[in-house]
């Protein structure tokens, strides 16, 4: 079984370090498991950046910049956090993990990085 974990973060929120967890987890008992993120934060050499070079990581700033610029216009009216997820800059549908996943875990997937499509 392939497992392919995606997460804004590998640390940080809650959400970044539990599928760090899970992940890590799931290699111990030997399953092919890999992790996507979106702002890699540790040295864990399996865990794998959405970018890959410079002028994709500065595409990723400016898709969080954006969507969170979104985000903050929704705020003056509600009382909430609320992500419109307009601006994503990875698309899993194209990376290798990803379609050769038998399982697809997503956590904190705001902040520009993937969009619902």
């Known amino acids: 079984m392939r497992v392919a974990h995606l997460s804004q973060t590998d640390a940080g929120a809650g959400a970044g ?21 979106g702002e890699k934060r540790t040295t ?22 954006f969507e969170a610029k979104a985000s903050r216009q929704g705020l003056a009216a509600q009382h909430y956090f609320f992500s419109p997820a307009r601006f994503g800059y990875f ?24 969009t619902p499509e």
Do not use: E
């Not at 599928?19 to 993120?37: E, K, N, Q, Y």
């Not at 864990?44 to 910049?65: G, H, V």
């Not at 698309?91 to 993937?114: E, M, S, T």
């Open 17 to 37: 370090r539990a599928a760090r967890r899970i992940h890590r987890s799931l290699l111990a008992m030997g399953v092919d498991s890999c992790m996507i993120v």
């Open 44 to 65: 864990d050499a399996t865990i794998l950046p959405a970018f890959r070079s410079p002028a994709s990581r500065f595409i990723a700033r400016i898709c969080q910049y």
């Open 91 to 114: 698309k899993p549908a194209h990376h290798r993990h990803v379609q050769a996943a038998d399982v697809l875990c997503l956590y904190w997937i705001n902040g520009g990085f993937i």
